[in-house]
Each structure stands twice: as C-alpha cells, then as structure tokens.
C-alpha cells in the first residue's frame, strides 16, 4: 500500500497516484524486458565461453542466430519489433473503447516485458471486459515466446517458428494447464465459461510472470489443485529468450531428457543416447551447465524459505514459499496471504529486503547474477590475463564489432 493512500478510503490506491509516476513505472518494466535479452545475447555468451553456441543453449534457447551479420544490428532488428508489438497492443487496447489511452499504454508497456503493472488495484479485472482480456493473453503469450521465433514469423519462415521443439512444449504446456484448472473450477461449480476465461488469462499471465489478474484466484473458492498448477507455472515460467522469468521451458525439458536418459541406461547399460534440441546434440558441457543451474535454483529456493520463514513467523508455509517462487520467477502475485487480491506491504524491513534481492536474481536470470557479482569478473588482474576481465572483454567485443 503506497503512503499516500489511506487504508479503507481510498478505493483506488494505484489509480491514486501521479499520471507521471505510473508511467515512469511502466516505461522501466519496458526497457529492463528486451535489455534483459539484450544483456545475455551481447555479454554473456562471450563473458563466460562458449559464444552463440551457449547462448542457443542456456540463454536465449536453440534456436537463436544472429538475425543479422553484427549483434548491433540483430540488437536493432529485435528491438524494432519489440516496439512495433507494443504499438499495435496500445492501439488494439485504445479501439475496444474499455481503456483509456493512458491506461492502454501502460498495459502495453508492461505486458510485452511480462512485467504485469497495471493502473489499477483490480489489474485487469478493473474493466471487466472479455476484448481487453483476449488481447491482454495473446500479447502475455507472445511474450513468454522465443524471440528469435517472432522473427522467423516476421519473415515468413514459419517453418522454423511453429518447428521449434520448445515452442511446441510451451502451447501444450499452457493448454494443459489451462484446462487442467478449468476442469478444477468446474468440478466446484464454476460455469463453464467463466472457468475457461479466469483459468486461461491466469495460465498465462503466470506461466510468463506477468502477474495480471482479473479474480482472486488465492480465495474466490478456487480448489487447492488449481493452486498447485499456480505454484508449479510460479517455478517454469516460459521460453527462454523470452521477457518471462522462471527456470524457462528449455532448461526444465533438457533436465527431463538427461533424466529419462539415465533411467534407460539402468536397463541398456550400453545404449548410447545424446541429448537433442531441435535435432542438434546438445554439448556435455552445456547439459551440465543446464543441470548445476537448477541444482542452484532449488538450492536458493530452499534456503530462501527458510531465511524468509524466519522474518516471516505468523505466515503459513504457502505464503512463505509461494513468495519465495514469485519472487524468483519476478511473477508478482503469490499464494496465500500474497495473492493478488493482497499487497505486500504487510511484510517487515528484512522480509522486503530478502524478497527484493531474489526478484534480483531471477529477473537477471541466475547465471547472470552470479557473473555480475563474482569478485573474479571484476577485479584487477595482471597485464598478461586483462583479457579475461569482463569489463575488457566486453569492451574488445564491442569494439571489433564495429570494426567488422
């Protein structure tokens, strides 16, 4: 609850505040989501080896190349479309006649980044309006794709879009889930279509860590099995080399075939089988960055809950862990005491803190963060290893980029 709000009077907290305020908020969520991509496509796959290559396989998914003969120009490439999908959301919001023009470019400018700031306490149950949602969950979808897929579309190579292997997993994994819940919320008396419209906006406005809501799907009597389906999109998140967070698709389906691997070869001791992605062998040694990367992940997520139990006493166990998941998945809503409904402004100094610090995490993505602040990245070296300061390297990159 902001401090300029006065709890029980005033009945629209966020629409209270200064026109510029919202705005300026909305602006960060949309250049931090494709500078996150930016980030990893331009630093990281040089800063710790591997070049591309790694970047298809840890960062921005398999089937990214360079679109364009230099990352400057792929850089622009991506960020021109980023900009013509946000303008053609803001104008498809405007024409519905349920949004104003200042709330529609807000909404535009915090769903292609996934990052779910709305100008209003409700979200997007403020309008009510079936349009708005339908436009709302195709562009949260568009934002939980592979980027590179989107300009594969761009260009009529819809081949190698609708191919790609994880974007296949990403529209099963919505459509599961999806009907899952809404089968849920029927079996609890829910009409059938208000289950399919609340359960489908949620789906993937979760599963892409966007964070809109149109119901209080933590209350509203919705099943406890709906909340583990939340829980469990709260962790995956989306593609990688998209603007959602969480593990990403890619990583949780390659941890999944290196995991029925090792139970065949219980039985076929002998049987020789490679990891593939997209019909390419996927290196040893980028399984098992993949692999140490979720080991990480549910190493801080277990000793997360654990630090944050112990700011957090009076809070159950669902509240506490959903908030650790939401925080690394940089979803927004929680379960329990934190869900959309609730803000977390009751939470105390150190629990803020420790929350604001994995939201850190997981929007910078884990590998990310552990580069920006390991001692060895930044720290000075003798003349003989400069290169193999970050800062350096990056430096040379841009360099001989632009000299190319």
């Not at 590179?148 to 081949?159: G, H």
């Not at 105390?348 to 884990?366: K, P, V």
């Amino acid at each position: 609850m902001s401090p300029n709000c006065i709890p029980g009077v005033t009945a629209d907290c966020i629409n209270s505040q200064p026109k510029g305020l919202l705005l300026w908020r909305s602006l960060t969520q949309w250049f931090g989501g494709m500078g996150i991509i930016m980030l990893g496509m331009m630093l990281l796959s040089r800063v710790i080896g591997g070049g591309m290559a790694l970047a298809r396989a840890e960062l921005t998914g398999p089937s990214l190349s360079r679109l364009r003969p230099k990352l400057k120009q792929t850089a622009i490439a991506l960020w021109g479309l980023y900009i013509v999908l946000t303008l053609i959301e803001f104008f498809l919001l405007w024409l519905t006649g349920s949004m104003e023009w200042f709330d529609a470019i807000n909404h535009a400018l915090t769903t292609l980044p996934s990052g779910g700031f709305s100008t209003h306490d409700l979200s997007i149950g403020y309008y009510d309006s079936v349009l708005v949602e339908m436009i709302i969950i195709v562009f949260m979808f568009i934002a939980g794709v592979n980027f590179t897929l989107l300009w594969f579309i761009k260009e009529r190579e819809f081949k190698k879009a609708f191919g790609d292997e994880e974007f296949k997993y990403y529209g099963i994994y919505v459509l599961v889930a999806s009907l899952a819940i809404a089968g849920a919320l029927i079996g609890s008396g829910t009409s059938v279509g208000t289950a399919l419209r609340h359960s489908i906006f949620h789906v993937v406005s979760i599963g892409t860590s966007t964070g809109y809501g149109t119901t209080d799907y933590a209350g509203d009597g919705w099943p406890l099995a709906t909340h583990f389906i939340i829980f469990i999109l709260m962790i995956v998140g989306a593609s990688a080399g998209s603007t959602a967070g969480g593990l990403k698709l890619l990583r949780v389906t390659l941890a999944f075939k290196v995991a029925m691997r090792e139970l065949v070869k219980i039985a076929q001791p002998r049987k020789i089988d490679r990891i593939r992605m997209n019909g390419e062998v996927v290196e040893r040694n980028q399984i098992g960055l993949i692999v140490g990367m979720l080991f990480v992940w549910v190493g801080l997520f277990g000793i997360s809950s654990i630090i944050l139990a112990i700011f957090m006493p009076g809070d159950t166990f669902e509240s506490v862990t959903t908030v650790v998941a939401s925080s690394l998945g940089n979803t927004g809503p929680a379960l329990g005491d934190y869900g959309p409904a609730a803000t977390w402004a009751g939470m105390n100094s150190g629990a803020l803190l420790i929350t604001s610090i994995l939201m850190w995490f997981g929007r910078l993505e884990l590998l990310t963060a552990v580069i920006l602040i390991h001692p060895h990245t930044w720290r000075k070296e003798e003349k003989v290893q400069s290169d193999r300061s970050a800062v350096a390297l990056f430096r040379r990159i841009m360099e001989e980029d632009e000299a190319n």
